[in-house]
Every structure is written in C-alpha cells, then in structure tokens.
C-alpha cells in the first residue's frame, strides 16, 4: 500500500483488512471495506474518526478492545469445535 501510495499519490485508496485500518488510515487510505463494521459500525466509525483527526493513539485504544472479534472474524476454520 505505501509503494502504490508512492507511485500514484493522486490515486484513491481504501483499506480491505480491517486488522490494517489504522495504519492505512495512517498512509493515506481514504477508507476502509469493514466486515467489522457489520458488527460493531460505532466503534469502527470512532477508530476512523480518531484517525482522520490523526490521533492514532486514541484510535489504537479502541481498536484493542475489537481485536480480538477482527480475529475471530477472519477465522476460516477451527478444529474440533463444538458449540453447545
């Protein structure tokens, strides 16, 4: 992202990870191609909005308290699971 931030600084980029928000965000990225933000649209609008404000460290804040549901998100398989 930032070699194609580098190369072509006028093209409009968004981010398609949401485990990259922050630092894409950080980069340039216009915006951002959530699934968590069927989740949780609130707190992922408040991370973006910490970040246009360029204020990472509040957005990080919040991003911490989501990681863990951005990883369960993204999880394709889990071995021996059971739900009771």
Do not use: H, Q
């Not at 070699?3 to 951002?32: E, F, H, N, Q, W």
Request: glycine share 4%; hydrophobic share 45%; with cysteine.
């Amino acid at each position: 992202m930032i070699m194609i931030r580098r190369l072509c600084p006028y093209l409009t980029v968004y981010c398609g990870d949401d485990g990259l928000i922050i630092p894409a965000k950080s980069i340039g990225a216009y915006g951002v191609i959530s699934v968590l933000s069927n989740y949780t649209p609130k707190t992922l609008n408040l991370i973006i909005e910490f970040c246009v404000l360029r204020n990472y460290e509040e957005a990080f804040t919040i991003y911490k308290e989501v990681d863990d549901m951005i990883r369960l998100l993204f999880v394709e398989r889990v071995e021996n699971f059971w739900l009771i």
